[in-house]
């Protein structure tokens, strides 16, 4: 029998996989679906590119959402400094931005690709295009190859790194979970994940466009507190979008099946309640001539400021020394907690990455291996691990690619 491995899906843990299954010394054949590798790794960080985020194995895990736990022994092993070590060594320089994304010097996400592919070159992985893989196959002692197109092709390990549902066009379109589940693997119901939010209040075409800085954004539903994140955010023409309310999509997906969900935007969250009502009162009392108008002008962009005017119920033109102390309070709850009604999210293809997938407790931790199929191993948004934007990932799949790779060329 051929002594060799198949990688499905050349995405960043595709790739990293069978570089690193190759460098361990298996013959590996790379099989992408599409005509090109790294489709999706090309959109990273709106085209710049995006390795990881700074931080160590343990700030990654906190940021890859209630699974984050089960990469633990991957990322200590191949954590953000082996990754940023790694890509060096392959002639591609890093650097962090301030809000702590780690990028190509080259600002170039392809030189990402590139670099990976010449990796995999350089131990010499051989590369098929075009050529969906329909189902692994397996017997009672394990994986014993793959079917791909009308041709089987004999293999002693398989790591199966088909990415997620999202951005179908990229070639992710979820046919990992369809033959992982035919192996008998459990596949946690998938959602979309860092994804812009609809909501219903027909105030918000007015404010398209309009982006706020580091907000914090409550969620709640049926008087329950669902998630609270803070960071910046974006209003769409149907709703919001940005990293807050992306990281925010990754709490709600399965909320909105439940219903509608309350979100509360808080515009100004470093000052109290009562801080912010004592500075409008000293300002309605030493400025009692100004308009109410040019107090919420203070507070908020201008288009935000013509819907917290309109939403209080005060006249724009009102006096300050005319506005009621009952109003006043109303004005502080608002920017505090203005309300959004979110009802869904936007479509799975739009979003970055999917939510569900392959069940973790189905994998052991340290090899990436199916704890169901021997032989089968799994890498990136397969299985149900997803985080936070700013590169936690792209950190996971080119971890657990390169862990896959390491057992995989350890069983041949
Ligand atoms: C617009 C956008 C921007 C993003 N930006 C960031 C970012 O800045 N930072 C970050 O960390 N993450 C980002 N992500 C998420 C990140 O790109 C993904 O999490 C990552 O690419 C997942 O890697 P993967 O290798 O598991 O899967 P993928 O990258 O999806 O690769 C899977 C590959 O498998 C192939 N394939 C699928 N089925 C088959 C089959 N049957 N046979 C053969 N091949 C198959 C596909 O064609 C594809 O090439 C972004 C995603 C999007 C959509």
Redesign the pocket.
Known sequence: MTQRIVV?????????AAGRAAEGGAQVLL????A??????R????GR?????VGDAEEIVAHLGPHGSFLRPALRRFGPDELVAFFRDQGVPTLAESDG?VLPTSRNAHTLVTALRAYCLAHGVTFRYG????GILADQGGVRGVA?GDKEIAATAVVL????L??PA???????YE?ARRLGHTIVQPRAG?VALVAADAWIPEVMGLSLRDVALHARQAGRELATRRGDMLFTREGISGPAALNLSLDLAEAFERGRVHLYIDLLPDTPAETLEADLEREMREHGNASFRTLLRGRAPRSLAAVYERLSGVPGERQLAQVSAAERRRTVGMLKSLEVQLVATRPIAE????LGGVACDEIAPESMASRIVAGLYL?????DV??E?????????FT??WVAGTHAARRV
């Open positions: 499905v899906g050349g995405g960043p843990a595709g790739l990293m099989i992408e679906k599409t090109r590798l790294g489709n999706k790794l959109l990273t960080g709106h590119g995006n390795v990881t985020h994304r050529a969906q893989v329909r791909a790194a088909t990415g997620g999202s951005y990229t070639g992710s379109t979820g046919d990992g033959m860092l979003a970055m990455v999917t890498a990136g948004e397969v299985m997803a985080g934007t700013g590169g936690y990932n792209l950190q996971a799949a657990s690619g």
